[in-house]
């Protein structure tokens, strides 16, 4: 009787979750496939010495080396240039479009005429291409001085400011930081979006009950708006993040893959790629990867422990 009650019990479940998982199985075929399938295969790639064109096309064998790419990428001083440039564009990206973005929204969170047209301006570079916007901002920041100056030099020179000319990308130490200009012209209105959100989901009574309590504008912000604020700068932070730890496209149309003071591990890995050196370019990718997840994994967990919560 009991055998019996169970073998009705499973068969219930099964058909509870079984048409469902049904209907996911080709989703979850196709994800296992090409995208973690494709990171299993990149890892191994990372681990061969497959260097060479004719390693490449199979004439010649590729032995498994560990994780020697890795220790000889770390200990390479261009690839080390390439991270100090990740780090010094990711810090400056998203601390311009947090900064931007949060002054925008707290700007058109007071009642003021023509709020939509402000916030259609402030979110239209977002359906701009980074590409497009990169041609347009390679000619802002050409690095050219005096008579043939142009783009944001020649603009400080006719307004009397040409002591802020300067080399834009061609500076070896800080031209990525260059790089991020256009990045956080493009980003800060979908910051905004987020913050304006954020600001328009807290509750009038809440700002009024303070203010009867008799705190001051500050107080009523460093207890109450900024801590309703922090899940939308959070976000915003793995949001802003994780993008400019892949910019590519952006760097490409500014700049080019061989030019030293705008790369990053992304055009390194792309320059591997097409120097046929597959297991370089796979380690790069793998680095990547580790990057990424130190930034999105932990916001995952802290998500999830919410969810739990509520």
Excluded: C
């Excluded at 701009?128 to 901002?137: D, E, P, Q």
């Excluded at 050409?142 to 043939?148: Q, V």
Aim: glycine share 8%; charged share 15%; aromatic share 12%.
């Amino acid at each position: 009787m009991a055998k019996k009650t169970k073998a009705v019990s499973s068969k219930s479940k099964i058909s509870s979750w079984g048409p469902g998982l049904l209907l996911i199985s080709p989703s979850i075929i196709l994800v296992g496939v090409f995208v973690y399938g494709m990171i299993g295969a990149n890892i191994i790639t990372s681990m061969k010495d497959t260097h060479t064109a004719a390693q490449v096309s199979g004439r010649k064998p590729s032995d498994f080396v560990g994780f020697s790419n890795f220790g000889k990428l770390f200990a390479d001083p261009d690839f080390q240039h390439s991270l100090i440039n990740l780090l010094l564009f990711t810090v400056v990206f998203l601390v311009g479009t947090l900064l931007i973005g949060f002054l925008w929204a707290w700007l058109l969170d007071r009642p003021i005429k023509g709020e939509g047209i402000f916030r259609s301006i402030f979110m239209f570079p977002m359906a701009i291409s980074f590409v497009a916007s990169g041609v347009v901002w390679r000619w802002l920041l050409n690095p050219a001085k005096g008579e043939t100056a142009s783009g944001l030099n020649r603009l400080f020179q006719q307004v009397g400011l040409g002591f802020l000319q300067n080399s834009w990308t061609q500076n070896i130490t800080f031209g990525v930081v260059a790089i991020a200009l256009p990045a956080i012209w493009q980003l800060s209105g979908y910051v905004m979006a987020l913050f304006l959100a954020g600001f328009r989901g807290i509750p009038d009574e809440l700002r009024e009950a303070a203010r009867v309590d008799g705190a001051t504008e500050w107080q009523l912000y460093k207890q109450i708006i900024f801590p309703q604020l922090a899940p939308i700068a959070l976000s915003a932070v793995i949001i802003i993040g994780h993008m400019s730890l892949k910019s590519f496209d952006l760097i490409m149309s500014i700049t080019d893959q061989r030019t030293y003071s705008t790369k990053v591990p992304a055009i390194d890995m792309f320059n591997a790629m097409t120097d046929n050196d597959y297991s370089n370019a796979a380690a790069i990718g793998t680095i990547l990867l580790v990057i990424v997840a130190i930034f999105v994994v932990p916001y995952l967990i802290h998500d999830s422990k919410e969810s739990a919560k509520r």
